[in-house]
T-cell receptor, first 115, second 111 residues
């Protein structure tokens, strides 16, 4: 079956611009996660969605970052007024987990470069 | 701050050997543990999950978990050059909302 898809695969933007990154999870997966991976750094959790529950936003690094998930499926991560330190690969993952973390499957990622 | 620690490597093994990758974690309440493989320029690929103490085998891979020692390991038998990649250890947080990743161990298998 189809895996997690993300778009765009690459995004180059100027400092100060807003960007939107999209994630389409595996069909039937109720949990959706956003992570980012900076050069030479580990994967850093950003936000978690589960069904209609309030998202866990504890990993968002600043109020310039926000995310939404419409209809329990597709999610959009928005970064406002981008900064150079926002340059990273943004990864989306989905799983079937509810109260327990089950296997997460990652999409191919969006490479964001802020110039 | 909850942490997951791995040796960065590189770990170099000859083809056909056993590669042993190790990981320790700080949150004693963690319940779910995962190993991912990441090739350069690609996204992480799930290899194994383990939730109970002991060993779990899948093909050439064996995951080992010791919650008392807060230790997870991955053994790769009959290592192949195609196994050369970065291996990421990930631990589920107690809230069940996120994975905490180690920075990964780079494995190099020489033919």
């Amino acid at each position: 079956g189809a895996g997690v898809s993300q778009s765009p695969s690459n995004k180059v933007t100027e400092k100060g611009k807003d960007v939107e990154l999209r994630c389409d999870p595996i069909s039937g997966h109720t949990a959706l996660y956003w992570y980012r991976q900076s050069l030479g750094q580990g994967l850093e959790f950003l936000i978690y969605f589960q069904g209609n529950s309030a998202p866990d936003k504890s990993g968002l690094p600043s109020d310039r970052f926000s995310a939404e998930r419409t209809g329990g499926s597709v999610s959009t991560l928005t970064i406002q007024r981008t900064q150079q330190e926002d340059s990273a690969v943004y990864l989306c993952a989905s799983s079937t987990g509810t109260t327990t973390i089950y296997e997460q499957y990652f999409g191919p990622g969006t490479r964001l470069t802020v110039t | 701050q909850k942490e997951v620690e791995q040796n960065s490597g590189p770990l170099s093994v000859p083809e056909g050997a056993i590669a042993s990758l190790n990981c320790t974690y700080s949150d004693r309440g963690s319940q779910s543990f995962f190993w991912y493989r990441q090739y350069s320029g690609k996204s992480p690929e799930l290899i194994m999950s383990i939730y109970s103490n002991g060993d779990k085998e899948d093909g050439r891979f064996t995951a080992q978990l010791n919650k008392a020692s807060q230790y997870v390991s991955l053994l790769i038998r009959d290592s192949q050059p195609s196994d050369s990649a970065t291996y990421l250890c990930a631990v589920g947080n107690q809230a069940g909302t996120a994975l905490i990743f180690g920075k990964g161990t780079t494995l190099s298998v020489s033919s």
